[in-house]
T-cell receptor, first 111, second 114 residues
């Protein structure tokens, strides 16, 4: 069964450093998303991406965040200068129409 | 502002019995609702969905009911099995002109006891 792949599974970074989280969406999907879940809280929408541009973003997705689809398969989330409160599970998702498929997530720990 | 609410943080049921997980929403523009199951350190796994034009959708042991007038949906699992123990998230699609993003509830932790 097709799946969304995320790497790395766990990333530890120092506060102020840049991190790039990587995702390979399902190949025939057209819409891509990043969500995050801070420990003990709900899954929150960050950004959606379609046709090589951001289609929607939440208040969380400020200037520190950016997304890119550098080639035909990868979809990346970059955090320019990480803060302690960026520590969370980050989930990538893709969909063709109604079926949103999520990856296993990247646990980001900012120390 | 919680647009999708799951008011029960946890639920415990006996194996073989029915599990009923509830979800309320406030935005009448939501057009599609989904239930996801999540194990620790894993991504949400899609379970079942329902369009806003329907009131019931069934898939094996899982049935989702939608009451639009009450802005309420529920997930029924019958019979419940120990392997169903996980956190269940209700999500609603916010169709804002593009494909739309999902708004999640806080989740309900289901424990099915043998």
């Amino acid at each position: 069964e097709p799946e969304v792949t995320q790497t790395p599974s766990h990333q530890v970074t120092q506060m102020g450093q840049e991190v790039i989280l990587r995702c390979v969406p399902i190949s025939n999907h057209l819409y891509f998303y990043w969500y995050r879940q801070i420990l003990g809280q709900k899954v929150e929408f960050l950004v959606s991406f379609y046709n090589n541009e951001i289609s929607e973003k939440s208040e969380i997705f400020d200037d520190q965040f950016s997304v890119e689809r550098p080639d035909g398969s990868n979809f990346t989330l970059k955090i320019r200068s990480t803060k302690l409160e960026d520590s969370a599970m980050y989930f990538c998702a893709s969909t063709e129409n109604y079926g949103y498929t999520f990856g296993s997530g990247t646990r980001l720990t900012v120390v | 502002d919680q647009q999708v609410k799951q008011n029960s943080p946890s639920l415990s049921v006996q194996e073989g019995r029915i599990s009923i997980l509830n979800c309320d929403y406030t935005n009448s523009m939501f057009d599609y609702f989904l239930w996801y199951k999540k194990y620790p350190a894993e991504g949400p796994t899609f379970l079942i969905s329902i369009s806003s034009i329907k009131d019931k959708n069934e898939d094996g042991r899982f049935t989702v009911f939608l009451n639009k007038s009450a802005k309420h949906l529920s997930l029924h699992i019958v019979p419940s099995q120990p392997g169903d123990s996980a956190v269940y998230f209700c999500a609603a699609r916010n169709y804002g002109g593009s494909q739309g993003n999902l708004i999640f509830g806080k989740g309900t932790k289901l424990s099915v006891k043998p």
